[in-house]
């Protein structure tokens, strides 16, 4: 039993999908959709990951209003750049170099998910062993402020949260 | 009133996405390479499950909701794969 | 359109702010989609209808069945969980193919491997 119950959070994620798929919460609904969270949880032990320990759920609150604050702003921005036919000529896009200090495998991947999921950035290739990655930026107007704002902004906070 | 006004902003959003829907197609059948397609294809998927949410909100029926959940599930599968495939030209190693 | 003629203005007016929105938003990406020139510029066009403008369509989805039917409608966020996780994946196996491919075919438009490239470029990291 203690295997299935080794990860709750994804198991009450679990069992919260498949209510909201079923929008009920019938004792029935909740019966097999427990059952079925549970057999989830275990199958994801059984692939035995890193444990993730994600500490200050304050930070992991603020860190997702921020996102969501650059997304919206990064949309704007984007919009802006394919719509204005000017502005074609005088921006450049490019590859940056950024190195990290950050070597947690789950913060890492929040990271990445992050960089993506804001248009106008986009996380092409990671090096393990000297732990840089490389990023294709739309609007790369100075690299330099590329590496701080990645830095300073976000993988600052995700070793916070994760290290 | 509320109705007018919702019967036009859909009708605006339908034919937004589908001119999207076209600017997509043309890039599959233009390339010029294959991952532009593979991105083209992607966008198509996503175009398509918006324009299946907003005919459910026409219509007012709540069924296109897993029509476009499936949209999109299967719209992941098949950019994984082909991903996967334009790297490695094989898509289980 | 008959259904809707009970849904309060207030509604209505939302939910056809969220569908402009959301469906402008994704045809701006589909335009870009054509008119950036490379394809690593282009990669970043898609991302403002898998973000925004799918997002905004869904919350037009949920407050529309939600006041509709008073009741709370939220199945709507299963496809928005979906799409946060997807889009990233998506994206950066599409990019690290396409680099993959530009490398192996000796394409002087991408950085040579992140080592090499670190080593040309930053010789203090």
Redo the contacts between chains.
């Keep these: 039993m203690r295997r299935w119950l080794r990860y709750p959070l994804l198991t009450l994620a679990l069992l919260g999908l498949w209510l909201l798929l079923n929008e009920s919460v019938s004792p029935g609904a909740f019966l097999l959709g427990g059952m079925l969270a549970l057999g989830g949880a275990g199958a994801f032990a059984a692939l035995t990951p890193p444990r993730p320990r994600v500490r200050r759920l304050a930070a992991v609150l603020r860190l997702l209003r921020d996102v969501l604050v650059e997304v919206v702003r990064s949309n704007n921005a984007v919009a802006r750049i394919i719509l204005q036919p000017g502005r074609a000529q005088g921006r450049r896009s490019g590859f940056v170099l950024i190195p990290l200090d950050m070597k947690n495998p789950y913060g890492l991947a929040a990271l990445t998910c992050i960089l993506t999921a804001t248009p106008g950035t986009v996380w092409v290739d990671y090096d393990a062993a000297r732990s840089t990655f490389l990023l294709h930026v739309l609007d790369l107007i100075d690299e330099e402020a590329w590496v701080r704002i990645v830095k300073d902004k976000w993988e600052r906070r995700l070793m916070e949260i994760f290290e | 009133?509320?109705?007018t006004?919702?019967?036009?902003?859909?009708l605006?959003?339908?034919f937004?996405?589908v001119?999207?829907?076209?600017?997509?197609v043309?890039?599959v059948l233009r390339g010029p390479?294959?991952?532009?397609r593979?991105?083209?294809l992607?966008?198509l998927y996503?175009?398509a499950?918006?324009l299946v949410?907003?005919f459910?909100?026409?219509?007012?029926v709540?069924h296109y909701?897993e029509v476009?959940?499936l949209i999109?599930?299967f719209g992941?599968v098949a950019?994984?794969a082909l991903?996967?495939f334009?790297?490695r030209g094989e898509v289980i190693e | 359109m008959t259904h809707a003629a009970d849904l309060p203005l207030w509604a209505a007016v939302l939910v056809s702010l969220l569908l402009l929105v959301g469906s402008g938003l994704a045809l701006i990406g589909s335009i870009g989609l054509l008119r950036l020139r490379s394809f690593y510029d282009r990669i970043h066009a898609p991302t403002l209808g898998t973000t925004l403008g799918i997002g905004c369509v869904l919350l037009a989805s949920m407050a529309f069945f939600s006041v509709l039917q008073t009741r709370f409608v939220l199945h709507e966020i299963l496809i928005a969980v979906f799409m946060v996780i997807t889009t990233p994946v998506t994206l950066m196996l599409l990019a690290r193919a396409a680099l993959y491919r530009d490398r192996s075919e000796g394409s002087t438009e991408v950085p040579t491997l992140p080592v090499d490239a670190a080593q040309n470029e930053r010789p203090g990291v």
Excluded: E, H, P, Y
């Design positions: 009133m509320s109705a006004l919702l019967s036009w902003s859909v605006v959003a339908q937004f996405l001119a999207a829907m076209g600017c997509a043309f890039r390479r294959a991952q532009d593979v991105l083209a992607d966008t996503v175009n499950a918006i949410l907003v459910g909100i026409r219509t007012g709540t909701f476009a959940l999109t599930l992941f950019t994984a991903s996967k334009l790297m």
